[in-house]
């Protein structure tokens, strides 16, 4: 788990899914900040696009590697990025994305191709699930996961494993409906935050569920929004994160 400290703003961006001209203005807008103090933070699900004729999740992640290792560009786990390190399949629009993937790299990489799918696997391992902001957001691919007691729980998550990690599943694949308001205001008291952003869910933009933002960046109901969070400003709850949605021009 990543935490920022009381000091600038994040930018926070959900599911890319393979958009490569989104991942470019993204990376446009947070380079252009005036800010010093200044953050990325894509919420996982940045690879497996719904079409496999304009998938450039290759391209991403390539380009993702190179800016993880800059202190304010934070990379985090998705339940495609966890599907692809469990082998598991995953399915959108009726297109298998476990496959296009493989294809993808079948067709870049030719023989070597099951060598570079365990480096991809190897390195997607290394990412965080979340972020906690000093001025306490919760930020994650999505959830919350039931049953968490505390901020422990989540920092040492991944060494349960990816495979057989309710905890881990919940915190990437849950929609709301799964949880309720009241479990997202009980799990953000036990990890010592007063709201949380996630995506994972499609959106117009955004959603506010009392305290959880619900943010769509690329894969989108329609309009594509992302998050300027103001770390030194004092969070509430919910409401003080939807006056820093931004819209994608």
């Not at 800059?70 to 495609?80: C, E, T, V, W």
């Not at 000093?134 to 994650?140: C, P, Q, R, T």
């Not at 400003?233 to 006056?243: P, Q, S, T, V």
Request: aromatic share 10%; hydrophobic share 35%.
């Amino acid at each position: 788990m990543i935490k920022l400290p009381r000091e600038g703003v994040a930018l926070i961006v959900t599911d890319l899914h393979g958009n490569v001209q989104d991942f470019r203005k993204i990376i446009e807008i947070w380079e252009n900040l005036s800010i010093n103090n200044n953050h990325l933070i894509l919420t996982g699900d940045f690879i497996h696009a719904m079409s496999s004729k304009n998938d450039h999740s290759l391209e991403i992640l390539k380009a993702v590697r190179v800016y993880c290792q800059f202190d304010n560009f934070h990379l985090l786990l998705g339940n495609h990025e966890w599907a692809t390190i469990t082998h598991r399949t995953v399915y959108k629009g009726g297109e298998n994305q476990s496959v296009n993937f493989k294809v993808l790299l079948k067709n870049e990489f030719g023989g070597s191709w099951k060598n570079k799918f365990e480096e991809y696997v190897n390195f997607l391992k290394t990412l965080p699930v979340a972020v906690k902001t000093d001025n306490g957001v919760f930020i994650s691919h999505s959830g919350p996961p039931k049953g968490v007691n505390s901020i422990r729980e989540i920092m040492n998550l991944t060494e349960r494993g990816y495979s057989d990690n309710p905890l881990l599943f919940e915190l990437l694949w849950n929609r709301y409906g799964d949880y309720t308001k009241n479990d997202v205001d009980n799990f953000l008291e036990k990890v010592g935050c007063k709201a949380m952003i996630v995506g994972h869910t499609p959106v117009d933009g955004y959603k506010l569920i009392q305290n959880q933002l619900i943010v769509s960046s690329s894969f989108s109901k329609g309009k594509k929004a992302y998050v300027e969070l103001d770390l030194e400003k004092e969070i509430k709850g919910g409401r003080d994160l939807k006056r820093m949605v931004k819209y994608f021009k």
